[in-house]
Every structure is written in C-alpha cells, then in structure tokens.
C-alpha cells in the first residue's frame, strides 16, 4: 500500500488533484475542467488516486465523485517521522562520540 | 477532515548520552549539523539568521532561526527552496529543545506547521528514507546513507 501511495503521489498531476479534492468532493468532469489534458488521462490519474486509497470515489447516478481521504495521508505523514527519526539518530551517534572522545581525553 | 492537530504536527523523542552542551553546536554549527543532516548547510544561529541545508544535494531546507537559547533551546522555520513544492521557505517551524536526563539529555522535535496538502509531496522527497526504515524494521541492514554521503 505504501509503495501505491508513494507511486501515487509522484507524478505532479496527481497532487494538483488531491489539493482539489482536500476539501470538497468534485465530479470527474469538475476536476477534468481545472487541466488541459484529457478526460481519459485524468480520469486514469483518479484511478490511481483511488486504489492507492488516497480519494475516496463515490457513485450518484451517473456522476462519480471524488474527495480525498485524509487518513489515506497519514500514513505518508510517517514518512517525515522517519525522516526526523533517521536523522536524530545519527546525531545522537555523532554527539555521543565526541562526548566519549571528550571524557577519554580527560581522563588521560 | 478529521482534527487537524494529527497530522500537522511530528513529534521524536531521543536520548542521548551526552550533555545538552555537547549536542546543542551540532543544532548551530554548520560543520557539525551536516555530520547528522544534509552534505552542506549555512546557518546563522541567531533570531533572524539565515537555516540552510542542503539535506541530499537535492532537497534544501531553508528558513530562518527564530529563536536560540543554548544550550537548551532552538526554533527555526523550515520549508523547502524551489517552486511548487508545496512547503516554501519558512512555512513551518521545527523547535529541538534539549532537557538534562541523569547524565544525558533528553532531546524533543516538534516539527509544526505542516499543511495537509504539502504531505504528500513533502513524502516524495523521504521515499528514500522510508526505504531506510523499511529495511530497519525488516531486520536489514539499510547501508550507509547515500543522501547524506
């Protein structure tokens, strides 16, 4: 699931589409008419958005609505956890070596 | 759209065996910070003063100190340098506080701010540490981190 998201979220279209749809839900031909590319295109773009969990579609009649699912976000909201997890690791390694460095060399 | 005080903020907590004087230069000194993030950073630790970093010779976070209390405290922004990456300079703020622990420290992340709709294209640019964590949690090694070499 996380590589869908990630392969999701990609491509620049698609984020354009997912800030469309934060806060309102809107029809495939709604978000078609903000783009210059095609209807198939888009709506191929919407299909990916939607198996990687990321916009939720739902069906009325003949219209299909769109609206992104916020906790499909969260667990891309990890990914900077991780990157600050990564990160202050190595800086508790680094500072804790010149910590140990520094206690040796008062002690000798 | 759910609270919204879930998902913008992050929050890491690390102990660390050595005193805040120690860890606090490598939170304001260029030459240190980039032994723990980015291959190049300029910094100015003062409130005002320029927070650069070049996190992986692609991705540069820049913004600006706002406050600095050594050795206890830093706040700075942070966004990313560039058009459309959807958290520009300065849009959020990320504030490291270092607390006496026995004879370590306690070191606090808050990284605010952080618009819903930036996350994901603010995941792009960690895909390549995810993959890191993915091998951690998987029991693998996950190798020398080629985006901070």
Same mark, same amino acid.
């Given at each position: 699931?996380?590589?869908?998201?990630?392969?999701?979220i990609s491509q620049p279209r698609r984020r354009e589409i997912l800030r469309l749809?934060?806060?309102?839900?809107?029809?495939?031909?709604?978000?078609?008419?903000h783009f210059e590319?095609? +209807? *198939?295109?888009?709506?191929?773009?919407?299909?990916?958005?939607?198996?990687?969990?990321?916009?939720?579609? +739902?069906?009325?009649?003949?219209? +299909?609505?769109?609206?992104?699912? *916020?906790?499909?976000?969260? =667990?891309?909201?990890?990914?900077? =956890?991780?990157?600050? =997890?990564?990160?202050?690791?190595?800086?508790?390694?680094?500072?804790?070596? =010149?910590?140990?460095?520094?206690?040796?060399?008062?002690?000798? | !759209?759910?609270?919204?005080?879930?998902?913008? &903020?992050?929050? /890491?907590?690390? %102990?660390?065996?050595?005193?805040?004087?120690?860890? #606090?230069?490598?939170?304001?000194?260029?030459? %240190? !910070?980039?032994?723990? !993030?980015?291959?190049?950073?300029? @910094?100015?630790?003062?409130?005002?003063?320029? #927070?650069w970093v070049n996190v992986n010779g692609r991705d540069k976070a820049r913004g600006e #100190?706002?406050?600095?209390?050594?050795?206890?405290?830093?706040? #700075?922004t942070w966004g990313w340098d560039g058009e459309g990456t959807g958290l520009p300079p300065g849009a959020s703020?990320?504030?490291?506080?270092? /607390?006496?622990?026995? /004879?370590?420290? @306690?070191?606090?992340?808050?990284?605010?701010?952080l618009p819903?709709e930036v996350q994901a294209s603010h995941a792009e640019g960690w895909?390549?540490?995810?993959?890191?964590?993915?091998? &951690?949690?998987?029991? %693998?090694?996950?190798?020398?981190?080629?985006?901070? !070499?």
């Amino acid at each position: 699931m996380l590589d869908l998201k990630l392969h999701a979220i990609s491509q620049p279209r698609r984020r354009e589409i997912l800030r469309l749809v934060r806060d309102r839900e809107l029809s495939s031909g709604e978000i078609s008419s903000h783009f210059e590319v095609s +209807r *198939p295109a888009v709506s191929q773009h919407l299909k990916i958005l939607v198996e990687a969990g990321l916009i939720d579609l +739902r069906r009325q009649g003949t219209s +299909r609505l769109y609206r992104a699912r *916020p906790e499909g976000l969260n =667990e891309i909201r990890a990914y900077l =956890e991780a990157f600050w =997890e990564d990160r202050l690791g190595e800086l508790k390694h680094a500072a804790e070596e =010149e910590y140990r460095r520094v206690e040796d060399g008062n002690r000798d | !759209m759910g609270t919204v005080t879930e998902t913008d &903020v992050v929050e /890491q907590e690390v %102990r660390i065996a050595a005193p805040p004087g120690v860890i #606090f230069p490598y939170l304001i000194e260029a030459e %240190r !910070m980039t032994r723990w !993030m980015g291959i190049e950073a300029k @910094l100015d630790p003062r409130p005002g003063g320029v #927070f650069w970093v070049n996190v992986n010779g692609r991705d540069k976070a820049r913004g600006e #100190f706002i406050e600095v209390v050594p050795p206890n405290r830093v706040i #700075f922004t942070w966004g990313w340098d560039g058009e459309g990456t959807g958290l520009p300079p300065g849009a959020s703020t990320v504030e490291i506080t270092l /607390q006496p622990d026995g /004879q370590g420290t @306690l070191l606090r992340l808050r990284h605010t701010g952080l618009p819903k709709e930036v996350q994901a294209s603010h995941a792009e640019g960690w895909v390549h540490y995810a993959e890191r964590l993915a091998a &951690v949690s998987e029991g %693998r090694d996950p190798g020398k981190d080629s985006y901070a !070499m």
